[in-house]
């Protein structure tokens, strides 16, 4: 008799905290924030000329897609458009997700510290940045690729990179836009969020906004 | 290393200290019914329940009685979780149309979330519709945390009790820590979060154009509401698939911080609450000061050891040292905006506690880096711990080391004017031992078969890590991962043509049960049988559980135990690649 009562009260606790905790409190947190703080609760979103173009605190691909020899866009193995970086652009970090830079589909690399499939993963990566920009920084070795360049991200979007890094991708972006580097640098500090009170977290450049602030500027062409 | 790393882990744990005490006490209050400021809000709420799911709060009731209605409530959230999961395809707020997950990852998904856990062989923005991730797992986020916190209050009623047995009322202890606890910390806190970044929204994945051309999809939801209790309640299943390194999640250096204290401030305040219970506030201390002491060697090898960085990249040719604007070390999955140090120090707290929380990827640890949550693991998470079972698993070591330390000198063993004797004993040391033995068996039984093998993704000692990691982890209720191993295939978001791996999901979701309920048990039938006791005056005679003496002694018991059961294992994982620089 008291196991029944029990489970009926357990029933009945279950289905008071359900409407409680899992209808009424997130929908009141949605509710209050959509008013409180719109821009934040739908994710900060970007727009340019009314077109959305991306979140602020999420990373994308500055690409172009490659087409093939029959002048159609060239597929990789899991169907997705081969790309290659846009040199008129900054380049976020190294991405483990499915096209890079995917947001709707995050995860880790889950790459191992004692593996050889990392060392050729970073030893790729390392490569593909020297290709990128040796042309127009000629003093640079692998030396003194910043980590940030060379190792996958978290969360897959990371929408920063270090200082460092978007120091050395200045040398291209100065080239190919034709402006000067101490343009591209001034713009660099511009967009360089610095620690959480000074103390929390460590600086990082804004990849987005940084790359429309150059478009701005010189034009997207 | 660097002195700006330090000043945040230093600044981090101030916030710690002067939390404590605070909350403590309010908690305290709380739990021996004293009134509390927010009683004029919460107290028509509070009666309300009460009258609607038909209980008397103020009927006591013994052990036995407490644990029968902890088991029944657990049973009704699990079945009721199983129910949501299992028909997405009826779900309002699913703007992407989601299915269902298989049959083996939902069993394995809801048995985790019961029991704060919230291990993930899913990722929540290419399965969970919004429904599921609100009414299913944000529910049962504060509902197994508040199991925690009661059993932890129950125990210490017991040795506290002074006439009978009874250990409290199981429904009102649930019902109060929800409503004087868990929620309102949860709705400031979450507001706290989207003003600073962190989304919450019921709309579509936003679709885009990027300047080049590039499209692109960004998934979204009601995701502050659920961060903030997931971190409160330690409970750590991320909304998103990489969890707090997603920028919606965990979008600052502060909503870092923010959620770092989140998940510390239950477990650090329930030592204080235990010292105010029973009458002494240096015994919470006590047992806060032997936390610490774990705590810091924790974050200290694991910072060291990051900031070292990998063979992998030294083979590489890649450079780690610290260079003018960046941050060296090894920042394979880590964000930009949370660097080394804030990533060892939530890493640490996050495995410290039971909470599941990341916000870096511990596959991609150094090998002696990876070894820290291991060892955080092994001792039972009782470092701080999680809500609750923190404080009960910390109170079974106190036993342990009182019994042991009595033997030293020659004294009967006592808690607080409570003599310990054979049964006590009896049911803290299988209560202690219950966690290691069914890790350390279903790592050697996934490792040993094949069916097992399966689920592994790098080679190597690395591949015994995530093993050895998936059972310590689930057994430990932490929920943390080596997210190579898997037990979910999912070719296309939605679940369409998606599976599960039935070995890895049952072999954990017994873990995760068995880990949970058995030690709950033995704690409750622990508390049962101290509330019957006379208490004895304090002496000349009576040993100390509150100096440095009596800390040291706890850590050392916790440490042996740790070590003793779990250094094979750790030699064949991460030992083994710290050692050398030779890639697999």
């Known amino acids: ?221 | 290393m660097t002195l700006q790393g330090w000043l945040q882990i230093v600044v981090f744990f101030a916030i710690i200290v002067a939390i404590t005490p605070l909350l403590g006490s309010y908690m305290a209050r709380v739990y021996t019914g004293k009134r509390v400021a927010l009683a004029r809000a919460m107290g028509p709420i509070e009666r309300g329940i009460y009258r609607s799911i038909r209980v008397d709060p103020q009927r006591e009731q013994d052990w036995k009685s407490y644990a029968a209605s902890l088991l029944l409530f657990s049973l009704a959230g699990w079945l009721l979780l199983y129910l949501i999961l299992r028909t997405q395809s009826l779900h309002p707020f699913n703007p992407e149309g989601f299915h269902s997950m298989p049959w083996n990852v939902t069993f394995n998904t809801v048995t985790s979330f019961l029991t704060n856990t919230n291990w993930q062989y899913y990722g929540g923005e290419t399965t969970l519709t919004y429904f599921s991730q609100m009414a299913g797992l944000t529910v049962q986020n504060f509902a197994s945390a508040a199991v925690g916190i009661c059993v932890a209050v129950a125990l210490i009623r017991g040795i506290v009790g002074r006439s009978g047995k009874g250990l409290g009322n199981f429904w009102q202890d649930v019902v109060r820590t929800v409503l004087y606890v868990l929620l309102p910390i949860s709705v400031v806190g979450a507001l706290v979060l989207v003003s600073q970044g962190v989304i919450q929204t019921l709309g579509h994945y936003l679709s885009f154009t990027g300047p080049t051309g590039l499209r692109g999809q960004i998934a979204v939801g009601p995701v502050a509401s659920q961060e903030v209790i997931k971190n409160l309640g330690t409970n750590g299943g991320g909304f998103f698939n990489t969890n707090a390194a997603h920028p919606f999640e965990n979008p600052t250096g502060f909503t870092n911080l923010l959620e770092m204290v989140l998940i510390f401030s239950i477990p650090a305040a329930l030592t204080a609450t235990y010292g105010r219970m029973v009458g002494s506030r240096r015994q919470g201390w006590a047992l806060f000061a032997a936390m610490t002491v774990m705590f810091v060697a924790g974050v200290t090898v694991l910072y060291a050891a990051e900031a070292h960085g990998t063979p992998a990249q030294h083979a590489a040719g890649l450079h780690t040292q610290v260079i003018a604007n960046s941050t060296g070390g090894n920042m394979e999955g880590k964000e930009q905006r949370f660097g080394i140090a804030d990533s060892a120090l939530f890493d640490t707290v996050a495995t410290d506690t039971s909470t599941g929380a990341v916000n870096s990827s511990f596959d991609s640890l150094t090998g002696l880096g990876g070894a820290v949550p291991m060892a955080d693991l092994s001792t039972g998470e009782v470092i701080f711990g999680g809500v609750g079972s923190g404080l009960y698993m910390m109170l079974l070591y106190v036993l342990l080391a009182v019994f042991i330390g009595g033997l030293m000198v020659g004294r009967t063993p006592e808690l607080l004017g409570k003599k310990i004797e054979a049964r006590e004993i009896k049911l803290a040391s299988v209560g202690i031992l219950i966690t290691p033995l069914t890790a350390l068996v279903s790592t050697a039984i996934a490792i040993a078969d094949h069916a097992g093998r399966v689920s592994i993704f790098n080679s190597g000692p690395q591949g015994f890590s995530e093993t050895f990691y998936a059972y310590l982890s689930q057994s430990n209720n932490n929920g943390s991962a080596f997210a190579g191993y898997t037990g979910f295939i999912q070719p296309a978001a939605g679940n369409v043509g998606s599976h599960g791996i039935t070995f890895a999901d049952l072999l954990g979701s017994f873990d995760l049960a068995f880990a949970r309920y058995a030690p709950i048990l033995f704690v409750l039938a622990a508390a049962g049988s101290l509330a019957g006791k006379r208490v004895s005056p304090v002496g000349l005679g009576t040993m100390r559980t509150d100096n440095p003496t009596f800390i040291v002694l706890l850590i050392g018991v916790i440490v042996l135990v740790g070590a003793l059961t779990f250094f094979p294992a750790l030699l064949l994982g991460p030992i083994v690649q710290s050692l050398t620089g030779h890639l697999f």
């Open chain 1, 1 to 221: 008799m008291q196991i029944r009562q029990n489970a009926l009260t357990a029933v009945l606790a279950m289905i008071v905290m359900t409407v409680l905790l899992g209808i009424a409190y997130p929908l009141a947190i949605t509710g209050i924030s959509q008013v409180a703080f719109p821009g934040n609760a739908n994710g900060q979103q970007v727009k340019v000329n009314g077109r959305l173009v991306g979140s602020k605190i999420i990373g994308e691909q500055f690409a172009d897609v490659v087409t093939g020899k029959n002048g159609k866009a060239k597929l990789d193995k899991n169907g997705n458009p081969v790309t290659t970086p846009d040199p008129r652009y900054f380049q976020t970090r190294p991405s483990a997700t499915t096209p890079p830079d995917n947001a709707a589909a995050t995860t880790f690399s889950n790459l191992g510290p004692n593996n050889l499939t990392t060392e050729q993963e970073i030893a790729a990566n390392i490569k593909a940045y020297l290709a990128l920009e040796k042309p127009y920084d000629p003093g640079l070795t692998a030396a003194q690729v910043p980590v940030d360049a060379a190792d996958s991200s978290a969360s897959g979007v990371d929408p920063d990179v270090s200082v460092a890094n978007a120091r050395i991708q200045a040398h291209r972006i100065a080239a190919v836009r034709h402006v000067t580097l101490r343009t591209v640098d001034r713009l660099i500090a511009s967009y360089t969020t610095g620690r959480s009170l000074g103390i929390f977290g460590e600086p990082g450049v804004n990849v987005l906004e940084l790359n429309l602030a150059l478009n701005r500027i010189t034009g997207s062409r």
